[in-house]
C-alpha cells in the first residue's frame, strides 16, 4: 500500500482515510490474530486494540499503513498469547481452537489456507509465541524476513531461525494429511459406526495411536481427559452411542478449511467433530462442545 500523504489536520480530521485504510486491512489483522490466539474473540478485540492505536497515531508519520497495522496486531497477540496460557491451565479438560466456518470466509484474511486447520493450530500451541508468530506470518500470509524480522524486533537471522525451528518443529508432530475428500469419507464412516456403537467398525478407520479431544470445559458428558489408543478410543465412542447421539440433528459444514459435522439440538449446535487422518486412519477425533466457542458456527445441510 502507498505511503499516506503528510497533509494537514491528517492525524485526527481525516478520520475517514483512516477508516478506509484499516478497514482494507482487518480481514488480514484478524487472519493473523485468530491464527494466533485460535480464539474469535481475543482476535476481534485484538482487532479493535489495533484500531484504537491507529486512530490516535500521528498518521502522518506512518509510511507503510499496512506494516505498521500488521506489527501492531502481531505484537499485541503475543502479549496476550501470554496470559492466555496461563489462564488455560485452569481450563476443565483439553483446550480446543475456537471452530468458525471458513466455507463463507468468515473474515479470517486468509491469503493461504496454513495455519488453519485445528492439527496445525494444536501443534502451534507448542511453540513459543514469537514462534508462532513468526511461522504464521511466513507461512500463512507470505511475508519477506526481514519484514518479519521487523515485526517481531529481531535480526533477520533470527527470523529465518524461528521459522525453521518451527517448521521443524510441525514436522516432527505431525504425518502427512489426507485430501479433504479421503478425510471426509472417513469421518463419515465414523459417524455412522459411532452411532450404531459398532466398536469393531470404528477399530478399522482408527490409527494405532488414535486420541480423542474433547473441548468442553467442564459441560455434561464432555471427557476431561484425552482418550488414546485404538481400543480404548473405540470403546470410549461405543460406549455412549445409545445416549449422545439421540435427538439431535446431524449435518456438514466446513470449519477451520476441514470438512466436520455439527451436532444440533432444537436448532442449536451442541457439538462440533472433526478428524486428523493421513494414510493410517484418523489420528484425532476433535470434539467441541464447550457452549462459548460454537457461537460462531453454523450447521448447514448436507
Do not use: C
Not at 451436532?263 to 449446535?269: Q, R
Amino acid at each position: 500500500m502507498a505511503a499516506m500523504r503528510d497533509e494537514p489536520g491528517a492525524r485526527n480530521g481525516d478520520l475517514s482515510a483512516a477508516v478506509d485504510v484499516f478497514a482494507a486491512q482487518r480481514r488480514r489483522l484478524f487472519g493473523i490474530a485468530y491464527r494466533m490466539l485460535g480464539t474469535v474473540s481475543d482476535a476481534e478485540d485484538i482487532v479493535q486494540d489495533t484500531w484504537i492505536r491507529w486512530q490516535n497515531t500521528d498518521r502522518t508519520q506512518v509510511q507503510e499503513p499496512a506494516a505498521f497495522l500488521t506489527t501492531i496486531t502481531t505484537r499485541l497477540s503475543i502479549t496476550v498469547l501470554q496470559s492466555a496460557r496461563a489462564k488455560r491451565e485452569t481450563y476443565i479438560g483439553p483446550w480446543l481452537p475456537e471452530p468458525v466456518n471458513t466455507e463463507d470466509d468468515p473474515a479470517l484474511g486468509a491469503e493461504r489456507a496454513e495455519a488453519l486447520q485445528f492439527a496445525i493450530l494444536l501443534t502451534l500451541e507448542k511453540l513459543t509465541p514469537t514462534e508462532r508468530a513468526a511461522y504464521i506470518l511466513r507461512e500463512a500470509f507470505d511475508y519477506p524476513y526481514p519484514r518479519i524480522a521487523e515485526v517481531i524486533s529481531s535480526s533477520v537471522v533470527s527470523a529465518r531461525q524461528l521459522v525453521s525451528r518451527a517448521r521443524a518443529h510441525l514436522t516432527s508432530e505431525r504425518q502427512a494429511a489426507v485430501e479433504p475428500v479421503h478425510q471426509r469419507r472417513l469421518l463419515a464412516a465414523f459417524l455412522a459406526a459411532a452411532q450404531k456403537g459398532d466398536s469393531q467398525e470404528l477399530e478399522k478407520i482408527f490409527a494405532d495411536d488414535v486420541v480423542s479431544y474433547t473441548d468442553g470445559n467442564g459441560v455434561k458428558l464432555a471427557a476431561r481427559v484425552p482418550v488414546s489408543g485404538r481400543g480404548r478410543v473405540a470403546t470410549f465412542v461405543a460406549a455412549f452411542a445409545h445416549h449422545f447421539w439421540t435427538g439431535k440433528s446431524l449435518d456438514w459444514v466446513e470449519i477451520n478449511g476441514q470438512p466436520a459435522a455439527t451436532l444440533s439440538e432444537n436448532g442449536t449446535v451442541t457439538t462440533v467433530v472433526t478428524v486428523t487422518a493421513t494414510e493410517n486412519g484418523i489420528e484425532q477425533l476433535l470434539w467441541v462442545m464447550s457452549p462459548e466457542k460454537l457461537g460462531h458456527v453454523t450447521a448447514v445441510g448436507a
